[in-house]
């Protein structure tokens, strides 16, 4: 699951684009994405804001959530972020938070993006999986050894490169489901 939540927090990274004053911009941003993303947080030194907080910085400078948290001041240990999301984030809901990412994503694009023909990339990443869950392991997708492991978390990307800048339209959980999936982006 720690795999499938770093994933989620790149995603965060439309928010925080690399031109923009970062800290500024990301806890504004953050702010704006608990429209869509179902957290309740509510702990002693714990909140929903200080976890997105944490979501949007690791997003935005290519760092994981325990590298965050030791760099940040009055946040709490990498671990307790975890165990918060790995509470809220559900495997039955997966699809829902793909729906509410994705809306997230494209919610505030400029009409240009839209307006204008560009060659869309399609990324696949492969997160290895280690864990026995088999709520979790029903998830992961069997692929070549590397590793240690064959089962990985996968998520495929689409983006368009604007001014020299990766902007993410959409993401999909790839599942070893034997259908095919839409992806809609917009």
Known sequence: MNSFL?????????????????????????GRLTKHLPLQVEGWACTTEVVLDVLVKAAATGKTIEAVC??????????????YLNQQIRIAELRKLE??????????????????ACDVVFDLTDDPFYGKDPELLACACRGEARDGTTYFFRVATAYVIVKHLRVTLA????????????????
Request: aromatic share 6%.
């Open 70 to 83: 030791k760099e940040l001041d009055n946040v709490p240990d990498s671990n307790t972020i975890r165990e």
């Open 6 to 30: 770093k994933r989620c927090s790149h995603v965060c990274s439309n928010f925080c684009p690399s031109r923009i004053d970062r800290p500024r911009r990301a806890r504004g941003n953050a």
């Open 171 to 186: 993401v999909l959980f790839v599942t070893p489901e034997p259908k095919f999936r839409t992806l809609k982006i917009g």
């Open 99 to 116: 729906r509410r990412v994705n809306r997230a994503l494209t919610q505030d694009l400029p009409a240009r993006i839209w307006n204008t």
